[in-house]
């Protein structure tokens, strides 16, 4: 702790992502997929404390561009299977809190190297396994070596003691331990991501982790477990279960010497998991934590005054960017109605040019949604959308080789319809007039979400009135409503959206520490 306590790393800087007009890059991803490709089919065994399991009950992860291609087939976890994964995650606790907190930002630095080393490789499973464009992908694995490197410098900001007043003929002193046994689970829209950012915060602060990834991308989860291997994390400090969230998760969330859960999914599955875990167990000693995002109905406010070209250009990427499938996605646009009709018009022109195809094609701009029943709920929700709205782009033929879905606006939707109020997940937007902005403002907080949102004004009052009342966890003026940066925009929201966890920020990591106080008279 104190050889910690004199290292200093750099200062924290945003990983570049690949700008795939350069033919060197755009070869180097070529080769990246045509590399992936040939480990289609490959089976993936279950590990437990350095143990190979086969199960012989198996999950088949498919490429959603192109269904009949099988991109990894995973061995699925038993109820039986959780709990030995929890209580080896226990008894390992103890040896791994006691590694020193620089051996622990060492290796998390590692493993940010091993991502850097093969960023295409792994931009080239996101693009198979989770329908991920070019750039989407890149982003994806930026932001996951991100995510290393600003927790690995976050610890050692909190490693040492913290400052506390002195008394008298006393020293006094704070420190962070960490938790115990977290149990992670993050959701498929993100596969590495939010895998790697809840992972890390879990490892380099000294917990042991069950890492329980989405059933829809288990093979990006298998990838990135070798890469924590390979930096030289314990086989015993972290377990990669694979299964449904029906067979194992309640397991893991309810068993006793579970410590704490950190999640990112559904608002259902959120409040089902801080159900469980707010009930006491026996055997049980602590009052579980629970760190949970759960998604949005995420709104842009074009105002009056806006520059409508870039307001559109904010909200088409909002919304259709990776298909619209981000808890940050733009699903309501919010138009005054002195642009309402221009606005309109520009939007639905721009989305209907939108290229829609195999996201291993760089041609295209939109993939396909990730699964048969994802696509099948936005398509019922599309149905719905027509009867409470008018249909100005998203009528056409979507390709039939994958899970594909056009982008889709409903313009003069109300406020009450259900395309306005319920989280769809896809490329659906609903737009709404606004009389005037008090009642853009009224409508944009009409959700029980609140995280993320957007306003395009000139209006320095307006702005003032949305920095004040829009109520959401990350709010972006004149721009896009996605992409926060780890860093630069800590990311979580108000309401259903979960437990403001401020991911990529300076607070996130006390969520998997608890301070002890300790005072010695002199």
Same mark, same amino acid.
């Given at each position: 702790m104190e050889e910690m306590a004199t290292r200093t790393l750099s200062q924290f800087r945003n990983e570049p992502t690949a700008d795939f007009s350069l033919p060197e890059n755009r070869r180097a991803m070529e080769e990246a997929l045509a590399k992936v490709r040939f480990e289609f089919g490959r089976e993936y065994l279950l590990r437990i404390s350095g143990e190979w399991i086969s199960t012989g009950d198996k999950l088949v992860s498919v490429n959603p561009s192109n269904t009949r291609e099988v991109v990894g087939v995973h061995h699925k976890a038993t109820p039986a299977l959780a709990n030995r994964a929890v209580e080896s995650a226990y008894a390992a606790f103890s040896? &791994? %809190?006691? +590694?020193?907190?620089?051996?622990?930002?060492? !290796?998390?630095?590692?493993? %940010?190297?091993? !991502?850097?080393?093969?960023?295409?490789?792994?931009?080239?499973? !996101?693009?198979?396994?989770?329908?991920?464009? &070019?750039?989407?992908?890149?982003?994806?694995?930026?932001?996951?070596?991100?995510?290393?490197?600003?927790?690995?410098?976050?610890?050692?900001?909190?490693?040492?003691?913290?400052?506390?007043?002195?008394?008298?003929?006393?020293?006094?002193?704070? =420190?962070?331990?960490?938790?115990?046994?977290?149990?992670?689970?993050?959701? &498929?829209?993100?596969?590495?991501?939010? !895998?790697?950012?809840? #992972?890390?915060?879990?490892?380099?602060?000294?917990?042991t982790a069950i890492l329980k990834p989405s059933s829809e991308t288990p093979t990006i989860a298998a990838k990135f477990a070798d890469v924590l291997l390979e930096a030289g994390f314990p086989e015993s400090c972290f377990t990669l279960l694979t299964g449904s969230?029906?067979?194992?998760?309640?397991?893991?969330?309810?068993?006793?010497? +579970?410590?704490?859960?950190?999640?990112?999914?559904?608002?259902?599955?959120?409040?089902?998991?801080?159900?469980?875990?707010?009930?006491?167990?026996?055997?049980?000693?602590?009052?579980?934590?629970?760190?949970?995002?759960?998604?949005?109905?995420?709104?842009? =406010?074009?105002?009056?005054?806006?520059?409508?070209?870039?307001?559109?250009?904010?909200?088409?990427?909002?919304?259709?960017?990776?298909?619209?499938?981000?808890? #940050?996605?733009?699903s309501r646009a919010i138009v005054h109605r002195a642009v309402y009709d221009q606005f309109v018009e520009k939007l639905a022109a721009k989305a209907r040019n939108i290229k829609v195809g195999p996201s291993d094609d760089p041609g295209n701009y939109m993939g396909p949604v990730?699964?048969?029943?994802?696509?099948?709920?936005?398509?019922?929700?599309?149905?719905?959308?027509?009867?409470?709205?008018?249909?100005?782009?998203?009528?056409?033929?979507?390709?039939? %080789?994958?899970? @594909? =879905?056009?982008?889709?606006?409903?313009a003069?939707?109300?406020?009450?319809?259900?395309? @306005?109020?319920?989280? =769809?997940?896809?490329?659906?937007?609903?737009?709404?007039?606004?009389?005037?902005?008090?009642?853009?403002?009224?409508?944009a907080n009409d959700s029980q979400y609140g995280l993320t949102g957007a306003v395009f004004s000139n209006d320095p009052e307006h702005l003032r009135q949305a920095k004040e009342r829009f109520h959401v966890g990350n709010l972006y003026f004149n721009r896009k409503c996605t992409g926060a940066m780890v860093g630069a925009h800590p990311f979580g929201g108000f309401n259903m959206s979960g437990t403001d966890s401020k991911a990529g920020g300076p607070d996130y990591l006390l969520l998997f520490l608890q301070a002890k106080s300790v005072a010695t008279r002199v």
């Amino acid at each position: 702790m104190e050889e910690m306590a004199t290292r200093t790393l750099s200062q924290f800087r945003n990983e570049p992502t690949a700008d795939f007009s350069l033919p060197e890059n755009r070869r180097a991803m070529e080769e990246a997929l045509a590399k992936v490709r040939f480990e289609f089919g490959r089976e993936y065994l279950l590990r437990i404390s350095g143990e190979w399991i086969s199960t012989g009950d198996k999950l088949v992860s498919v490429n959603p561009s192109n269904t009949r291609e099988v991109v990894g087939v995973h061995h699925k976890a038993t109820p039986a299977l959780a709990n030995r994964a929890v209580e080896s995650a226990y008894a390992a606790f103890s040896q &791994w %809190s006691r +590694t020193p907190a620089e051996e622990r930002v060492r !290796l998390l630095l590692e493993a %940010s190297r091993i !991502l850097r080393a093969r960023k295409m490789e792994f931009d080239a499973w !996101l693009v198979y396994e989770a329908g991920k464009t &070019w750039p989407e992908a890149d982003a994806d694995v930026s932001e996951a070596i991100d995510f290393c490197e600003y927790y690995a410098r976050e610890m050692e900001r909190l490693s040492g003691p913290q400052p506390v007043v002195q008394l008298p003929g006393e020293q006094d002193e704070m =420190i962070y331990i960490p938790l115990g046994v977290g149990v992670v689970i993050p959701p &498929w829209n993100f596969p590495l991501a939010i !895998l790697v950012g809840m #992972s890390a915060a879990t490892l380099v602060t000294g917990n042991t982790a069950i890492l329980k990834p989405s059933s829809e991308t288990p093979t990006i989860a298998a990838k990135f477990a070798d890469v924590l291997l390979e930096a030289g994390f314990p086989e015993s400090c972290f377990t990669l279960l694979t299964g449904s969230g029906a067979a194992v998760g309640d397991v893991l969330v309810e068993h006793p010497k +579970t410590r704490f859960i950190a999640f990112t999914g559904s608002r259902d599955v959120g409040l089902r998991i801080n159900e469980l875990a707010a009930k006491h167990r026996p055997g049980q000693i602590w009052i579980k934590r629970v760190i949970a995002e759960m998604g949005g109905k995420d709104a842009i =406010i074009v105002d009056g005054d806006a520059d409508v070209d870039k307001a559109v250009d904010g909200v088409l990427a909002s919304a259709f960017g990776y298909q619209g499938q981000k808890c #940050s996605a733009c699903s309501r646009a919010i138009v005054h109605r002195a642009v309402y009709d221009q606005f309109v018009e520009k939007l639905a022109a721009k989305a209907r040019n939108i290229k829609v195809g195999p996201s291993d094609d760089p041609g295209n701009y939109m993939g396909p949604v990730i699964s048969a029943g994802a696509r099948k709920t936005i398509l019922q929700y599309i149905e719905t959308g027509k009867q409470e709205g008018r249909l100005v782009a998203g009528d056409g033929a979507a390709p039939e %080789s994958g899970y @594909f =879905i056009l982008p889709t606006i409903i313009a003069d939707v109300e406020p009450g319809a259900r395309v @306005f109020q319920e989280e =769809i997940f896809g490329p659906v937007l609903a737009v709404t007039k606004a009389r005037d902005f008090e009642h853009a403002l009224e409508m944009a907080n009409d959700s029980q979400y609140g995280l993320t949102g957007a306003v395009f004004s000139n209006d320095p009052e307006h702005l003032r009135q949305a920095k004040e009342r829009f109520h959401v966890g990350n709010l972006y003026f004149n721009r896009k409503c996605t992409g926060a940066m780890v860093g630069a925009h800590p990311f979580g929201g108000f309401n259903m959206s979960g437990t403001d966890s401020k991911a990529g920020g300076p607070d996130y990591l006390l969520l998997f520490l608890q301070a002890k106080s300790v005072a010695t008279r002199v």
